[in-house]
Nanobody
Framework: QVQLVESGGGSVQAGGSLRLSCAAS????????MGWFRQAPGKERDFVAT????????FYADSAGGRFTISRDNVKNTVYLQMNTLKPEDTAVYYC?????????????????WGQGTQVTVSS
């Protein structure tokens, strides 16, 4: 069974930092592009960041604004999202996803497997 399990979410003050982790199992991790998405109440699920299979290429949403860094460890089968200088508008459930195919990794349909999500709340 393929499973993606996010952790590291929580509540922080504006300007603070969090590091999210996503542990993958049941798949050959290095074969998959990985991504992070987020969804606020009443909003669509939006792209945050993606990383290719080797970790050599990353791409970010404009909203990341240089504050976020995606990385992966293909030995530990884990992808990370380091979030710095957090803002209240970053408040959302953050989802880890694994995908294959020709897509660029910025759309939900680029991904096949999804985690359950972890809540990030940033207070002002």
């Amino acid at each position: 069974q393929v499973q993606l399990v996010e952790s590291g979410g929580g509540s922080v003050q504006a300007g603070g930092s969090l590091r999210l982790s996503c542990a993958a199992s049941g798949l050959t991790f290095s074969r998959y592009r990985m991504g992070w998405f987020r969804q606020a109440p009443g909003k669509e699920r939006d792209f945050v960041a993606t990383i290719d299979r080797s970790g050599g290429s990353t791409f970010y949403a404009d909203s990341a604004g240089g504050r976020f860094t995606i990385s992966r460890d293909n030995v530990k089968n884990t992808v990370y999202l380091q979030m710095n200088t957090l803002k209240p508008e970053d408040t959302a459930v953050y989802y880890c996803a694994a995908g294959v195919g020709l897509g660029g990794g910025t759309k939900t349909w680029d991904y096949y497997y999804w985690g359950q999500g972890t809540q990030v709340t940033v207070s002002s």
